[in-house]
Protein backbone atom coordinates (compact mmCIF):
# COMPACT_ATOMS: atom_id res chain seq x y z
CA UNK A 1 0.00 0.00 0.00
CA UNK A 2 2.88 2.53 0.79
CA UNK A 3 3.85 2.10 -2.56
CA UNK A 4 0.88 2.61 -4.25
CA UNK A 5 0.59 5.88 -2.60
CA UNK A 6 4.09 6.79 -3.58
CA UNK A 7 3.06 5.40 -7.35
CA UNK A 8 -0.41 7.63 -7.10
CA UNK A 9 1.91 10.70 -6.06
CA UNK A 10 4.65 10.45 -8.62
CA UNK A 11 1.41 9.75 -11.34
CA UNK A 12 0.20 12.82 -10.19
CA UNK A 13 2.97 15.49 -9.98
CA UNK A 14 4.04 13.86 -13.47
CA UNK A 15 0.43 13.99 -14.95
CA UNK A 16 -0.68 17.27 -14.12
CA UNK A 17 2.31 19.53 -15.32
CA UNK A 18 2.68 21.04 -18.24
CA UNK A 19 3.51 18.64 -21.59
CA UNK A 20 1.91 17.96 -24.55
CA UNK A 21 -0.97 16.13 -23.81
CA UNK A 22 -2.14 18.91 -21.46
CA UNK A 23 -1.00 21.90 -23.90
CA UNK A 24 -3.29 20.42 -26.35
CA UNK A 25 -6.29 19.08 -24.37
CA UNK A 26 -6.27 22.41 -23.11
CA UNK A 27 -5.94 24.40 -26.91
CA UNK A 28 -8.73 21.51 -27.45
CA UNK A 29 -10.86 23.11 -24.79
CA UNK A 30 -10.58 26.66 -25.98
CA UNK A 31 -11.30 25.91 -29.38
CA UNK A 32 -13.76 23.16 -29.62
CA UNK A 33 -15.13 23.21 -26.20
CA UNK A 34 -15.60 20.32 -23.50
CA UNK A 35 -17.98 18.06 -25.44
CA UNK A 36 -16.08 17.97 -28.93
CA UNK A 37 -13.16 17.47 -26.86
CA UNK A 38 -14.11 13.89 -25.43
CA UNK A 39 -12.82 12.33 -27.73
CA UNK A 40 -9.43 13.58 -27.26
CA UNK A 41 -9.63 13.61 -23.50
CA UNK A 42 -10.60 9.85 -23.03
CA UNK A 43 -7.87 9.42 -25.56
CA UNK A 44 -5.16 10.38 -23.26
CA UNK A 45 -6.90 8.84 -20.19
CA UNK A 46 -6.64 5.35 -21.74
CA UNK A 47 -3.93 5.64 -24.03
CA UNK A 48 -1.18 6.09 -21.92
CA UNK A 49 -1.96 3.81 -19.41
CA UNK A 50 -1.85 1.25 -21.92
CA UNK A 51 1.41 2.59 -22.86
CA UNK A 52 2.96 1.96 -19.07
CA UNK A 53 1.35 -1.60 -19.12
CA UNK A 54 3.03 -2.69 -22.68
CA UNK A 55 5.78 -1.01 -21.80
CA UNK A 56 6.11 -2.57 -18.29
CA UNK A 57 5.34 -5.98 -19.78
CA UNK A 58 8.37 -5.76 -22.00
CA UNK A 59 7.24 -3.76 -25.09
CA UNK A 60 10.70 -1.72 -23.60
CA UNK A 61 12.76 -4.63 -24.24
CA UNK A 62 12.23 -4.04 -27.94
CA UNK A 63 13.89 -0.76 -27.67
CA UNK A 64 16.81 -1.88 -25.64
CA UNK A 65 17.55 -4.07 -28.36
CA UNK A 66 16.95 -1.88 -31.67
CA UNK A 67 17.35 1.65 -29.61
CA UNK A 68 17.31 3.29 -32.67
CA UNK A 69 14.00 1.98 -33.64
CA UNK A 70 13.03 4.56 -29.92
CA UNK A 71 15.32 7.38 -31.25
CA UNK A 72 14.27 7.27 -35.08
CA UNK A 73 10.21 7.26 -33.47
CA UNK A 74 11.31 10.22 -30.74
CA UNK A 75 12.15 12.00 -33.82
CA UNK A 76 9.11 11.48 -36.03
CA UNK A 77 7.28 12.50 -33.04
CA UNK A 78 9.61 15.52 -32.74
CA UNK A 79 8.60 16.53 -36.32
CA UNK A 80 4.78 16.17 -35.58
CA UNK A 81 4.81 18.25 -32.57
CA UNK A 82 6.34 21.10 -34.87
CA UNK A 83 3.55 20.69 -37.25
CA UNK A 84 1.10 20.75 -34.61
CA UNK A 85 2.65 23.72 -32.86
CA UNK A 86 2.41 25.16 -36.60
CA UNK A 87 -1.10 24.30 -36.89
CA UNK A 88 -2.20 25.48 -33.38
CA UNK A 89 -0.37 29.18 -34.05
CA UNK A 90 -1.93 29.46 -36.98
CA UNK A 91 -5.73 28.32 -36.76
CA UNK A 92 -8.12 30.85 -37.51
CA UNK A 93 -10.62 31.17 -34.40
CA UNK A 94 -13.72 32.43 -36.70
CA UNK A 95 -12.64 29.15 -39.25
CA UNK A 96 -12.87 27.04 -35.61
CA UNK A 97 -15.64 28.06 -34.49
CA UNK A 98 -17.49 27.50 -38.11
CA UNK A 99 -16.50 24.03 -37.36
CA UNK A 100 -13.75 23.74 -40.40
CA UNK A 101 -11.56 22.12 -38.27
CA UNK A 102 -11.41 19.21 -35.30
CA UNK A 103 -9.82 18.01 -32.38
CA UNK A 104 -7.69 14.68 -32.12
CA UNK A 105 -10.51 11.53 -31.98
CA UNK A 106 -9.98 8.72 -29.79
CA UNK A 107 -7.80 6.93 -31.69
CA UNK A 108 -5.26 9.39 -32.83
CA UNK A 109 -4.71 10.76 -28.96
CA UNK A 110 -4.06 6.95 -28.37
CA UNK A 111 -1.30 6.86 -30.77
CA UNK A 112 0.48 10.39 -30.06
CA UNK A 113 1.28 8.95 -27.08
CA UNK A 114 3.86 5.92 -28.81
CA UNK A 115 5.48 9.71 -30.23
CA UNK A 116 5.24 11.84 -26.89
CA UNK A 117 8.53 12.34 -25.27
CA UNK A 118 7.09 13.24 -22.52
CA UNK A 119 4.95 9.75 -22.33
CA UNK A 120 7.99 7.85 -22.67
CA UNK A 121 9.90 9.74 -20.01
CA UNK A 122 7.15 9.31 -17.42
CA UNK A 123 6.50 5.74 -18.28
CA UNK A 124 9.58 4.11 -18.49
CA UNK A 125 10.85 6.11 -14.98
CA UNK A 126 7.93 4.92 -13.20
CA UNK A 127 8.76 1.70 -14.46
CA UNK A 128 12.43 1.67 -13.40
CA UNK A 129 11.44 3.23 -10.02
CA UNK A 130 8.42 1.77 -8.75
CA UNK A 131 9.08 -2.12 -9.61
CA UNK A 132 11.43 -4.41 -7.17
CA UNK A 133 13.24 -7.45 -7.34
CA UNK A 134 11.39 -8.81 -4.20
CA UNK A 135 8.11 -7.99 -5.78
CA UNK A 136 6.04 -9.85 -8.00
CA UNK A 137 6.61 -7.42 -11.27
CA UNK A 138 3.31 -7.86 -12.96
CA UNK A 139 1.47 -7.04 -9.88
CA UNK A 140 3.62 -3.96 -9.42
CA UNK A 141 3.63 -3.13 -13.13
CA UNK A 142 -0.27 -3.38 -12.82
CA UNK A 143 -0.14 -1.00 -9.69
CA UNK A 144 1.63 1.34 -11.74
CA UNK A 145 -0.85 1.53 -14.40
CA UNK A 146 -3.61 1.81 -12.23
CA UNK A 147 -2.01 4.45 -10.59
CA UNK A 148 -1.67 6.39 -13.92
CA UNK A 149 -5.31 5.83 -15.14
CA UNK A 150 -6.95 7.09 -11.87
CA UNK A 151 -5.06 10.36 -11.90
CA UNK A 152 -5.24 10.95 -15.78
CA UNK A 153 -8.71 11.89 -15.97
CA UNK A 154 -9.26 14.35 -13.05
CA UNK A 155 -5.45 15.75 -13.80
CA UNK A 156 -5.82 16.30 -17.80
CA UNK A 157 -9.60 17.09 -17.21
CA UNK A 158 -8.81 19.75 -15.47
CA UNK A 159 -6.43 21.29 -18.14
CA UNK A 160 -9.45 20.32 -20.49
CA UNK A 161 -12.03 22.80 -17.75
CA UNK A 162 -9.88 25.56 -17.64
CA UNK A 163 -9.48 25.50 -21.57
CA UNK A 164 -13.14 25.55 -21.92
CA UNK A 165 -13.78 28.56 -19.24
CA UNK A 166 -10.50 30.39 -21.10
CA UNK A 167 -13.04 29.73 -24.69
CA UNK A 168 -15.37 32.11 -22.79
CA UNK A 169 -13.20 34.78 -22.02
CA UNK A 170 -11.31 34.58 -25.00
CA UNK A 171 -14.23 36.36 -27.27
CA UNK A 172 -12.08 38.34 -29.12
CA UNK A 173 -10.10 36.48 -32.06
CA UNK A 174 -7.33 38.50 -31.38
CA UNK A 175 -6.73 37.24 -27.93
CA UNK A 176 -7.95 33.51 -28.73
CA UNK A 177 -5.00 34.43 -31.59
CA UNK A 178 -2.51 35.00 -28.80
CA UNK A 179 -3.66 31.89 -26.84
CA UNK A 180 -2.79 29.97 -29.72
CA UNK A 181 0.76 31.19 -30.54
CA UNK A 182 1.15 30.64 -26.40
CA UNK A 183 0.42 27.07 -26.62
CA UNK A 184 2.04 26.45 -29.96
CA UNK A 185 5.32 28.23 -28.14
CA UNK A 186 4.38 25.87 -25.08
CA UNK A 187 4.63 22.73 -27.03
CA UNK A 188 7.47 23.65 -28.58
CA UNK A 189 9.39 24.35 -25.11
CA UNK A 190 8.03 21.07 -23.74
CA UNK A 191 10.12 19.29 -26.74
CA UNK A 192 13.48 20.92 -25.46
CA UNK A 193 14.66 17.99 -23.56
CA UNK A 194 13.53 15.59 -26.20
CA UNK A 195 15.62 17.18 -28.74
CA UNK A 196 18.58 17.35 -26.44
CA UNK A 197 18.46 13.88 -25.60
CA UNK A 198 18.58 13.21 -29.54
CA UNK A 199 21.26 15.56 -30.31
CA UNK A 200 23.86 13.91 -27.52
CA UNK A 201 22.42 10.57 -28.94
CA UNK A 202 23.47 11.19 -32.60
CA UNK A 203 26.08 13.77 -32.17
Not at 8 to 14: C, G, H, P, V
Not at 45 to 63: A, D, H, S
Not at 155 to 170: E, P, S, T
Amino acid sequence: MEIFFAVIFFAFSTTITPGPNNVMIMSSGVNYGIKASISHWLGICLGFPFMVLLIGLGFGIVFEQYPNLHQIIKLLGIIYLVWLAWHIASAEPKRIEQGHSKPLNFYQAVLFQWINGKAWVMASGAIAAFTTLQGVYWQEVLIITLAFLIVAFPCIGLWLICGALLRKVLTKPLFQRVFNISMAVILLLSMVPVMLELWHYYF
